[in-house]
């Protein structure tokens, strides 16, 4: 009987060492990258589940939020703590992440302006590092199908004065390879800009510099 009990024990000894070897390895390496950012308040993909937390929140996946602001979130995971922005994605299995770039050449009066895309569809974008946001005409946003109408109302100053606009967020913006996902936008109803300005809403979110007149986009890693 004694050898017997002896054998049960040893062997749920084996069967809780391979437990808890099988939940180590489960547990190492996770993919984590922020989809959205707000104050104390951002949407983390964790292996490729979404997860809206609040400062102090832990995910089900051992994730936490331990703060965020609109330009980057830092989250614990496991010990270690990480800091994560828009452009930047966490392997936590020490996958290098691979930075793109893109170049623009200057025109016609020392513009930078560039094809792009907004929620996947083609556009034509001028550079304005003067503009806070993304902005667009009303024709613009009824082109790319964006019901800007239903944006928070607020005020603008443009050229011709302040005028009334629409504020709202955009799903992705790209140049090139280098994405943005979640860029605030103001949509200005009419006509007017006639050109989509690429603002700081994006370009906060990249890399940016001049090299011979040429301007350099890059994603950050």
């Known amino acids: 009987m004694c050898t017997f009990d002896f054998a049960l024990k040893r062997m749920a000894q084996v069967m809780i060492v391979g437990c808890v070897l099988g939940l180590s390895q489960l547990a ?3 993919d984590i990258s922020a989809q959205m ?6 949407l983390i ?3 490729g589940k979404q997860r809206m937390l609040r400062a102090g929140q832990t995910s089900p996946e051992g994730v936490t939020l331990i703060r965020s602001s609109r330009t980057g979130a830092e989250v614990e995971y496991q010990g270690e703590t990480y800091n994560l922005t828009l452009q930047r994605r966490i392997a936590t299995s020490f996958t290098e992440t691979e930075m793109v770039e893109v170049r623009i050449s200057s025109g016609e009066g020392g513009h930078y302006s560039t094809s792009g895309r907004i929620n996947g569809l083609t556009v034509e974008f001028m550079v304005d590092t003067g503009a806070t946001t993304v902005a667009m005409s009303g024709q613009h946003a009824e082109q790319l199908g964006i019901n800007y109408l ?3 109302p607020m005020q603008v100053s443009t050229a011709n004065g302040v005028a009334s606009a629409y504020s709202l967020w955009l799903d992705s913006v790209s140049v090139g390879l280098v994405e943005v996902k979640h860029v605030e936008a103001v949509v200005i109803p009419g006509t007017s800009p006639r050109t989509i300005l690429l603002g700081n809403s994006y370009l906060g979110l990249v ?3 001049t090299e011979n007149g040429v301007l350099v986009l890059q994603s950050r890693l």
């Not at 950012?37 to 951002?42: Q, S, Y």
């Open 45 to 47: 993909e964790i292996d």
């Open 207 to 209: 890399d940016m510099r």
């Open 28 to 30: 190492v390496g996770a």
């Open 37 to 42: 950012l707000a104050k104390d308040t951002a």
């Open 150 to 152: 239903a944006g928070e």
